[in-house]
C-alpha cells in the first residue's frame, strides 16, 4: 500500500510539472477580452485565417453592494482573425497616455512555448501550431 501511495504522488507530480507558468502559448480574443491557452484548451482550433474556441459566457449576472456573481452562463464560440488591430499608446505624459494609434496585430499560428517551474526557471521549451479546425 505504501509503494501505491508514493508512486500515485510521483504520477501526481509529473502530471502538474511546469504548472509554474506558460509563456507564449495564449490566443488572445480580443472582442471577448479573453486568453484561450493552446496548451490546456481542447477546443482552440484554426481555420480560413481565423482562430476559434469555445468559451463560457455569463448570460445573467446578481450584484450585492460588494459582489457582481454570475447565476447564469453559456457556453459559446468564440472567433479572433489571425490578422486584426489594435490600440497602443503612442505619447505619454506624466505617465498617462496622451496620444494612442492604431497598429497592426497578427497572432502566428505557431507559436514557440517556454514552460516554467513556479519559480520562473524554464523546465522545457516547445515549438507548437494550434490545430486545425475540423
Not at 469555445?54 to 489571425?82: A, F
Not at 496585430?105 to 507548437?128: A, C, P, S, Y
Request: glycine fraction near 4%.
Amino acid at each position: 500500500m505504501y509503494k501505491l501511495i508514493i508512486l500515485f504522488a510521483l504520477f501526481s507530480q509529473s502530471l502538474f510539472a511546469g504548472v509554474g507558468g506558460i509563456e507564449g502559448g495564449s490566443v488572445h480574443f480580443q472582442k471577448d477580452s479573453t486568453w484561450v491557452n493552446m496548451v490546456y484548451s481542447r477546443t482552440l482550433c484554426y481555420k480560413e485565417k481565423a482562430y476559434f474556441a469555445k468559451s463560457k459566457k455569463c448570460k445573467k449576472w446578481e450584484e450585492d453592494s460588494d459582489n457582481r456573481t454570475c447565476v447564469k452562463s453559456k457556453i459559446e464560440t468564440i472567433i479572433q482573425p489571425m490578422h486584426s488591430t489594435r490600440q497602443r499608446c503612442k505619447k505619454y505624459a506624466d505617465d498617462r497616455c496622451v496620444l494612442w494609434e492604431t497598429v497592426p496585430f497578427t497572432q502566428k499560428r505557431d507559436r514557440i512555448v517556454k514552460f516554467k517551474d513556479e519559480d520562473g526557471n524554464v523546465l522545457k521549451v516547445e515549438n507548437l501550431r494550434v490545430k486545425s479546425c475540423n
